[in-house]
């Protein structure tokens, strides 16, 4: 099994930045992709970021030239480097690392509030 435990959320100012970190522990050596999933108050969980055991990375249309994700195996760090927020990413943001077989463990959950 799995745990990781997500640092990093807060209160930022639009057009700020800040750096989600993903810590895993555990089961390392079954993760094989990594995800930054996001969850705003009456919306969906949505995909924010991926990247796989290779180093390919996926991101959503909407984060997609502001937000960098990037993987450190030999720390088991997960990061999500976010720029030019919006108050549109204000959402609780969550970190999920996937086995070889699709099966997910999920953190807990950051906030991140961007706002003036």
């Known amino acids: 099994q799995v745990q990781l435990v997500e640092s990093g959320g807060g209160l930022v100012q639009p057009g700020g930045s800040l750096r989600l970190s993903c810590v895993a522990s555990g089961s390392i050596s079954s993760i094989n992709s990594m995800g930054w999933y996001r969850q705003a108050p009456g919306k969906q969980r949505e995909l924010v970021a991926g990247?796989?055991?290779?180093?390919?990375?996926t991101y959503a249309d909407s984060v997609r030239g502001r937000f960098t994700c990037s993987r450190n195996n030999a720390k088991n760090v997960f990061d999500l480097q976010m720029d030019n927020l919006k108050p549109e990413d204000t959402a609780v943001y969550s970190c999920?690392?996937?086995?070889?077989?699709?099966?997910?463990?999920w953190g807990q959950g950051t906030q991140v509030t961007v706002s003036s």
């Open positions: 999920a690392a996937y086995d070889p077989q699709g099966a997910a463990s």
């Open positions: 990247i796989t055991h290779k180093g390919d990375t």
